[in-house]
């Protein structure tokens, strides 16, 4: 009765498949790794988070026109479920950057559900837009303003949440502004958005 016979990986002189070692060096005979067990245990795993992660609510907008300093909210998204998080994009106003230039100061709500401490800035990809433009981040340092940045990076424990002021320069002071927020380094697509009409 023959079995199969296959080179060896070190020395290349022929073998038995099933043998434990070669006869010839000692070299351990291995099977290759998608032949082992766990490496289709973990493929399963991967395959059933990335569907998992996949997988999310849709979410809605309603109409709402609050004036708040020169902005008024024109569509809200009414889910604030984001992956690990919840983003409440709150409110926006119109202020002014050192240099006098016109910027949108947008406050944002942000709750960790996750597990561990998190900071606004490394859970969350925010963005600003005027006709599909993206706003550059502003510096604010305008004496009537109260704009305060520091809650960007402030970690915040599991089930706590805090405002989040973040300024975005304004392309101009007539377009609507389009806030979306996206949880940063997920394979989902959900987003919260908001837009402001500016007046």
Request: glycine fraction near 6%; proline fraction near 3%.
């Amino acid at each position: 009765m023959s079995s199969k016979m296959v080179k060896c990986k070190s020395c290349g002189n022929e073998i038995a498949a099933n043998a434990k070692s070669c006869p010839s060096c000692g070299a351990k005979n291995s099977k290759p790794i998608f032949k082992k067990w766990w490496f289709w245990l973990v493929v399963v795993v991967i395959v059933v988070a990335l569907i998992g992660s996949l997988g999310g609510d849709e979410s809605t907008t309603d109409n709402n026109n609050d004036n708040q300093n020169g902005v008024a909210e024109t569509t809200v998204h009414s889910d604030t479920k984001l992956g690990r998080y919840e983003i409440e994009i709150k409110n926006a106003r119109l202020t002014t950057n050192y240099e006098g230039k016109p910027v949108v100061v947008v406050t944002y709500g942000f709750t960790n559900n996750s597990s561990e401490p998190a900071a606004f800035f490394l859970s969350v990809e925010d963005g600003a837009y005027q006709n599909g433009v993206g706003l550059e981040k502003a510096y604010v340092l305008n004496d009537n303003d109260p704009y305060d940045e520091a809650n960007q990076n402030k970690e915040i424990k599991t089930g706590v949440t805090i405002d989040v002021d973040v300024a975005y320069l304004l392309n101009d002071t007539e377009t609507d502004v389009d806030i979306e927020v996206k949880e940063f380094m997920s394979f989902s697509d959900d987003m919260i958005t908001k837009s402001f009409s500016i007046k």
